[in-house]
């Protein structure tokens, strides 16, 4: 038995037919595509076309908007950056200004406190150094005053009592020196005694002045601003009646206290 090769013979008709039937090329489907559009606008009516037109407009419209707010909106937001970069840069400013002000007031008000202490320090130096002064005058204004109530007592010649009008013309000239620098003499005779300005040396039996009184006085006192330089020597009488204690008027005594 014999094997036979067999042959396939396929019709012209079917080959064509399988050719119709195979898949299209990627360039025919486009050319497709493209003809079923060119078709449906052809298609498409002109109102159909107008709102066609129209809903692209709107979009490529609403396209452009949103490009244009998205921009906006970014540049806003960079300018409130700025903004409050601005504000934080103002409110420090602003502190640093206020503490500047505030160190001024302190350094003016202790510009003022040094100022007004140093015055005061030189008023109290220059009255220290005119008390001394005076302190050191005073027992030759003593002597001064001893000397002239002698020479009055004593017969003297004119030539003489010139001398001593002329002493008596300087110590006037320096007890003026005295007032100008605020000095005030204590010569209490006849006046209550008071330990605060005056100091006993002696005491005498007087039934005729008041107790405690200022009898003689031996060496005059002074005072400079109310401080007692040195206190007036005295003696004091005892014996007589009390000095009456003064009472103050209510009007006097209310207004005092005001």
């Not at 014999?2 to 025919?28: G, L, N, R, Y």
């Not at 486009?30 to 606008?41: L, Y």
């Not at 109102?47 to 998205?70: C, P, Q, S």
Request: with cysteine; proline share 2%.
């Amino acid at each position: 038995m014999h094997d036979k090769e067999t042959d396939v013979k396929i019709p012209v008709e079917d080959a064509v037919e399988a050719s119709a039937q195979a898949p299209d090329s990627a360039d025919t489907t486009i050319e497709k595509e493209a003809a079923v559009m060119a078709d449906e606008t052809e298609e498409m009516t002109e109102e159909e076309m107008v709102e066609a037109a129209i809903r692209a407009g709107e979009e490529a419209a609403d396209n452009d908007f949103k490009l244009k707010y998205e921009k906006t909106a970014a540049e806003l937001a960079e300018v409130r950056e700025q903004l409050a970069a601005a504000e934080d840069a103002r409110e420090t400013a602003e502190a640093k200004a206020a503490d500047a002000v505030n160190r001024h007031a302190r350094l003016q008000a202790d510009w003022e406190n040094y100022r007004r202490r140093t015055a005061q320090e030189r008023l109290d130096e220059r009255a220290r150094a005119t008390e001394k002064l005076i302190e050191a005058l005073l027992p030759v204004v003593d002597d001064m005053e001893r000397a002239l109530d002698h020479a009055r007592t004593q017969e003297l010649a004119d030539d003489f009592k010139q001398f001593v009008d002329g002493v008596d013309a300087v110590r006037s000239k320096l007890l003026s020196v005295f007032d100008g620098e605020g000095v005030e003499a204590i010569d209490p005779k006849g006046e209550a005694f008071d330990c605060n300005i005056h100091q006993a040396v002696g005491r005498v039996e007087d039934a005729s002045q008041y107790d405690e009184t200022v009898n003689d006085v031996y060496q005059k006192g002074y005072r400079m601003g109310g401080k007692v330089l040195r206190p007036a020597m005295v003696t004091v009488t005892y014996g007589g009646e009390a000095r009456p204690v003064i009472v103050e008027d209510d009007e006097d005594a209310e207004a005092e206290t005001e």
